[in-house]
Nanobody, 124 residues
Framework: QVQLVESGGGLVQTGGSLRLSCAAS????????MGWFRQAPGKEREFVVG????????TTADSVKGRFTISRDNAKNTVYLQMNSLKPDDTAVYYC?????????????????WGQGTQVTVSS
């Protein structure tokens, strides 16, 4: 089992940037794909971005394409989400997750372990 701890959330103005981090421990981190999801109040959880085990490929939701970037440092067992040009619609709790596959995937049922989430609030 892997444990995931997100950090870096907070309050930012429209157009601002934040970088989220997700530190992993437990199961071998570098063998598996990772992803970020988010859930806004009253809405279902949605996929944001995923990255392959090596970091060589990513897949990104259309709603954040061109603004959000995922990366990983396997030596540090950490995955990052760089968020630029933030909008109020990006306000949500952001969760990182580790998949049971090696390739980047947008499908939530491939993700087996989840962090506790970090709040991101974008003010207008």
């Amino acid at each position: 089992q892997v444990q995931l701890v997100e950090s870096g959330g907070g309050l930012v103005q429209t157009g601002g940037s934040l970088r989220l981090s997700c530190a992993a421990s437990g199961r071998t981190f570098s063998n598996y794909a990772m992803g970020w999801f988010r859930q806004a109040p009253g809405k279902e959880r949605e996929f944001v971005v995923g990255i392959s085990w090596s970091g060589g490929s990513t897949t990104t939701a259309d709603s954040v394409k061109g603004r959000f970037t995922i990366s990983r440092d396997n030596a540090k067992n950490t995955v990052y989400l760089q968020m630029n040009s933030l909008k109020p619609d990006d306000t949500a709790v952001y969760y990182c997750a580790v998949a049971d596959v090696t390739y980047a995937t947008m499908y939530a049922d491939r993700y087996k372990s989840w962090g506790q989430g970090t709040q991101v609030t974008v003010s207008s």
